[in-house]
């Protein structure tokens, strides 16, 4: 078991340009989620699904879109990045039973010039 | 809104020390609680749920609805205790995790 895999791992980005930072997780879990986290600031909930085809905004969504099109898969879109979008991103996942354990990634750092 | 404070960014003991990393929520429902720890180059991971009443590498967490805390508490620091330590709550549907913003411990020798 891999467990949660995101890539890239690091990213530098010009600002406005796009790409999508990608989440797969090999445990069959409904529930995953993107986090960013920031100095002080903890890790704030980007966006959240609870099953395939099931998405939903979290605290900071803005600038940031999801699907869900498998059960694997949590892609995360930036559409028109900006250098406030630099921080570290964080995938995970948790079995149906809600977010009793969630089990992180390794993250992505971006960083947006 | 689900909020989860942890008033201290920095926490610095010796070795041996008793250690409190203090955690004040605030839920108008029926919280679940969680600490998680994130080791030097590690994935962040579960450290203990405050509805398993278990004590992890020593931690415990008691969960006081009166004062709206979870504070994780051990009696004796350890070097290898060091790391960074985030508070969650999770919200009565269970589909989203709150967390607060971190607290670095270091422990000293």
């Known amino acids: 078991n891999a467990g949660v895999t995101q890539t890239p791992k690091f990213q530098v980005l010009k600002t406005g340009q796009s790409m999508t930072l990608q989440c797969a997780q090999d445990?069959?879990?409904?529930?995953m989620s993107w986090y960013r986290q920031d100095p002080g600031m903890g890790l704030r909930l980007i966006h959240y699904?609870?099953?395939?085809?099931?998405?939903d905004q979290g605290e900071v969504p803005n600038g940031y879109n999801v699907s869900r099109s498998t059960t694997e898969d949590f892609p995360l879109r930036l559409l028109s990045a900006a250098p406030s979008q630099t921080s570290v991103y964080f995938c995970?996942?948790?079995?149906?039973?809600?977010?009793?354990?969630?089990?992180f990634g390794q993250g992505t750092r971006l960083t947006v010039v | 809104a689900q909020r989860v404070t942890q008033p201290e960014k920095l926490l610095s003991v010796f070795k041996g020390a008793p250690v409190e990393l203090k955690c004040n929520y605030s839920?108008?429902?029926?919280?679940?609680l969680f600490w998680y720890v994130q080791y030097s180059r590690q994935r962040l991971q579960l450290l203990l749920r405050?509805?398993s009443r278990e004590s992890i590498k020593g931690f415990t967490a008691d969960l006081n609805k009166g004062e709206t805390s979870f504070h994780l508490k051990k009696p004796f620091a350890q070097e290898e205790d060091s790391a960074m330590y985030y508070c969650?709550?999770?919200?009565?549907?269970?589909?989203?995790?709150?967390f607060g913003g971190g607290t670095r411990l270091m422990v000293k020798p």
């Open positions: 839920y108008s429902g029926s919280p679940e």
């Open positions: 405050h509805i």
């Open positions: 995970a996942s948790s079995p149906r039973q809600g977010w009793t354990e969630a089990f």
């Open positions: 969650a709550l999770l919200n009565n549907a269970g589909n989203m995790l709150t």
């Open positions: 445990m069959n879990h409904e529930y």
């Open positions: 699904s609870v099953g395939a085809g099931i998405t």
